[in-house]
């Protein structure tokens, strides 16, 4: 780079957003309910990208040129396919100048079905699927035209859970097993141009695991709260398999035979309360 280098920029952002949603719980018999609900979301995104490079520097080109000295043939050759592939100079490493007015629509439909049982009038049961979106958008900074753009990500999720709260109050246990399959998953991932990182899209992520929190009340002013999760399997043909793998073979191995498991670790929280002069609790 050379004093004065520089890159500059404006990007213009117009985002129109209308929903329209609803919920209900239907009481089929004492212990058995349903609820229900859905989600129509349409939106409109436009974005003015602008950006300009400016260098002095001569950079790879000067080499192509006839310098004086001049350089060898050979040299010349391959700063010409570099400057070809890569950029001229750093600041055109560093980023794809870009004119252009980009647009782009949304149209999804969510639902929410929900069974549950009420086991007595301190614990219930509960399974439920449901759906969701989370629209598309572009790269304000980084990418090629035909990278600015990534599409919409959508989920389909499945749960099995219990939720208690026993011995008169003194006790919460709320545990549950998911299930969430991903489609055009975005991820953050690095710029194949240069520098940077630009938000594409991943064909397909699932995740499935445990859930389980306890809260105890042992003293009147004593809470003792612990939770975790695990084990969770994620499975990503771009988490589970290597960079250096010909992406026109067959992945799908490395989704059914080689799932990321974790177990994350909690740590357990006990707040502490003292009756203040005043009679209102603070935690301690």
């Keep these: 780079m050379q004093p004065g280098d520089s890159i500059t920029g404006q990007s213009v952002w117009d985002n129109d957003t209308l929903a329209l949603f609803g919920q209900a719980t239907w009481n089929l018999s004492e212990r058995w309910n349903l609820t229900a609900g859905m989600r129509w979301t349409e939106e409109?995104?436009?974005?003015?990208?602008?950006?300009?490079?400016?260098?002095?520097?001569?950079?790879?080109?000067?080499?192509?040129?006839?310098?004086s000295p001049p350089a060898p043939p050979p040299l010349r050759s391959l700063?010409?396919?570099?400057?070809?592939?890569i950029g001229n100079t750093f600041v055109d490493l560093?980023?794809?100048?870009?004119?252009?007015?980009?647009?782009?629509?949304?149209?999804?439909?969510?639902?929410?079905?929900?069974?549950?049982?009420?086991?007595?009038?301190?614990?219930?049961?509960?399974?439920?699927?449901?759906?969701?979106?989370?629209?598309?958008n572009f790269n304000g900074v980084n990418g090629t035209v035909d990278q600015r753009e990534f599409d919409d990500e959508t989920t389909q999720s499945y749960e099995l859970g219990l939720k208690s709260t026993l011995l008169d109050?003194?006790?919460?246990?709320?545990?549950?097993?998911?299930?969430?399959?991903?489609?055009?998953?975005?991820?953050?991932?690095?710029?194949?141009?240069?520098?940077?990182?630009?938000?594409?899209?991943?064909?397909?992520?699932?995740?499935?695991?445990?859930?389980?929190?306890?809260?105890?009340l042992p003293l009147p002013n004593l809470t003792l709260s612990a939770g975790g999760l695990g084990p969770i399997t994620c499975r990503s043909l771009i988490m589970c398999c290597t960079p250096s793998l010909d992406p026109a073979e067959d992945l799908s191995f490395c989704r059914d035979t080689n799932p990321i498991l974790v177990w994350p670790v909690s740590t357990p929280y006990r707040p502490y309360t003292l009756p203040s002069t005043s009679g209102s609790n603070g935690p301690k």
Excluded: C
């Excluded at 001569?58 to 310098?67: D, K, R, T």
């Excluded at 700063?79 to 592939?85: D, M, Q, W």
């Design 44 to 67: 409109e995104r436009e974005a003015a990208l602008l950006t300009e490079n400016f260098t002095t520097a001569g950079g790879l080109s000067s080499l192509v040129a006839i310098p």
């Design 79 to 85: 700063a010409g396919a570099l400057a070809a592939a």
């Design 94 to 136: 560093s980023n794809i100048p870009i004119d252009a007015k980009l647009d782009r629509s949304s149209n999804n439909v969510d639902w929410l079905l929900k069974a549950a049982y009420d086991i007595d009038e301190e614990s219930m049961v509960y399974a439920s699927v449901s759906t969701g979106s989370k629209s598309g």
């Design 169 to 216: 109050s003194r006790l919460r246990v709320n545990a549950a097993a998911f299930l969430t399959k991903i489609d055009d998953f975005q991820i953050q991932q690095a710029n194949p141009n240069g520098p940077g990182t630009i938000v594409g899209n991943e064909g397909e992520v699932e995740v499935s695991g445990l859930d389980l929190h306890i809260d105890a």
